[in-house]
């Protein structure tokens, strides 16, 4: 089987390379991967290339900047890619915190400003892989993935697509750590789109245990930073746990008072990280070998992960703990390091689409009608049976209605989000914008269009 990643702009290949090899030897003949930037192909790529050799697996993984030539063949094709890099974040973010409105890449004005960049690329993909592999899946973790999968299964010509995110999966094995559940059996009822999702049930064993957390908020918050910036009071009310980006939901004025107690935007942090880490690959391979580039890597997205949305809840980045804490630690071996959640939820569908495991996992999936309120062309975030089958959605259990009118204004800005990018209508992506509830009216929605187009030149200089 040949496995492609499209990881242009991103930073994500050798993690995903390293826990393919060291999980999957011989699952794949070939991997091959997509990156157009000769300074990235000369650093990630070469780090993802040097590290199959050191786990023994020598020629195996090759780079190149030709799509065609990356795509062809492919069974399965990993998206990872970030159009307008990590400096498009940053416009994206800055515009809507002008604005004293929330500045994310992937909910709200920034969520949009990346999709409309990322679509026609990733539907240009689409239309090569349809000539050059048209039995391939494609797994898409390209933000923001809920939008971006809605984007493929209407648009991609039948490509069969699937989004994962370890966001609720995370949440999940969160939570049962802090019930301490052991080896009992843990099932969640999950419902929602992707980074605006709710467990809505956690069974462990025969008991339900929903209420026990909901009771227990506050604890749970003290042991898990996830938690730590909602409201207990309003999540009774609500009655589900939600996943940590529905905070930008729930409290956008904490969000934007916390970013700009900061000083700088999440985005503008990982520039500086991502800008650090390529030039601590160069200086590895110049100075030492895959061990000395790994062990920058790993380092440089240790931090990267230990200061996630930092910034955004707590006003700082939280970057001097978290690089004292890494730098204290030992270096990170090829073989001891951990397998991400991203990486090990593909990995699952991957095994799950091939027989070799097939199993039930949180995807982004169209709905087939099993989540309530929504059409059963409708992407969702939610349970499906992963299996030589194919992928097939579970019903979800039930949202509260607080939760469930989100989700549906949600799709709907999703929808029409999708349409203005295909139809490359100005007009509408301001009223796209302007139905998404972090957006207040169509006059805001109307000059972030106009910045982003300017600010972003040819790459949104498809609209008219």
């Known amino acids: 089987m040949k496995l492609t990643i499209l990881g242009g702009g991103g930073v994500r290949m050798p993690g995903f390379v390293r826990a393919v090899l060291s999980t999957r030897a011989g699952s794949f003949d070939q991997i091959c991967l997509l990156e157009p930037d000769q300074l990235r192909r000369d650093t990630i790529g070469r ?121 609720p999966g995370g949440t999940i094995e969160h939570l049962g750590r802090f019930l301490d559940v052991g080896q009992q059996r843990l099932q969640a009822g999950y419902a929602g789109l992707n980074h605006l999702g709710w467990v809505t049930s956690l069974l462990v064993g025969a008991d339900e245990r929903i209420g026990e957390l909901l009771a227990r908020f506050d604890e749970l918050q003290r042991s898990d930073r996830r938690f730590a910036a909602f409201d207990p009071a309003m999540i009774r009310r609500v009655g589900a746990l939600p996943t940590e980006y529905v905070y930008y939901f729930y409290d956008p004025l904490r969000y934007v008072r916390e970013v700009t107690a900061a000083g700088s935007s999440r985005g503008e942090d990982v520039l500086l990280l991502n800008t650090e880490l390529l030039e601590a690959l160069a200086k590895a391979f110049a100075d030492g070998d895959v061990q000395d580039a790994w062990a920058a890597y790993s380092r440089l997205l240790g931090v990267r992960r230990d200061t996630y949305m930092r910034t955004d809840m707590e006003g700082t980045s939280g970057q001097a703990e978290a690089r ?86 949600v799709k709907e800005y999703e929808r029409a989000a999708v349409q203005a990018a295909v139809s490359g209508d100005a007009e509408l992506a301001a009223v796209a914008l302007a139905l998404h509830p972090l957006v207040p009216g169509i006059t805001a929605a109307r000059e972030l269009v106009a910045e982003y187009r300017q600010l972003h030149g040819p790459l949104l200089g498809y609209l008219t």
Request: hydrophobic content about 45%; charged content about 15%.
């Open 324 to 409: 004292a804490r890494r730098s204290a630690q030992p270096e990170a071996g090829l073989d001891t390091a951990a397998i991400g959640g991203y990486e090990g939820l593909a990995l699952r569908v991957i095994d799950g689409l091939t027989g070799a495991a097939p199993a039930d996992c949180i995807v982004n999936v169209r709905s087939e009608g099993t989540v309530a309120g929504l059409g059963a062309d409708d992407v969702a975030e939610t349970w499906a049976s992963v299996s030589p089958a194919g992928l097939v959605p579970r019903p979800s259990p039930a949202l509260p209605r607080s939760a469930l009118g989100l989700v549906l204004q």
């Open 47 to 167: 780090l993802a290339v040097e590290l199959a050799s050191a786990l023994g697996h020598p020629g195996l993984v090759a780079v190149t900047p030709d799509p065609a030539e990356a795509l062809t063949g492919a069974d399965f094709v990993f998206s990872a890619i970030r159009v307008g890099g990590d400096k498009g974040r940053v416009i994206d973010e800055q515009a809507a915190l002008r604005r004293g409105l929330v500045g994310q890449e992937t909910v709200g004005p920034g969520g949009f400003a990346m999709a409309l960049r990322t679509i026609p690329v990733v539907l240009s993909y689409c239309e090569l892989l349809r000539e050059c592999a048209p039995d391939a899946t494609l797994i898409n973790f390209t933000n923001p993935v809920g939008l971006i999968t809605q984007a493929i299964a209407d648009h991609g010509g039948g490509i069969r697509v699937v989004g994962v995110c370890d966001t």
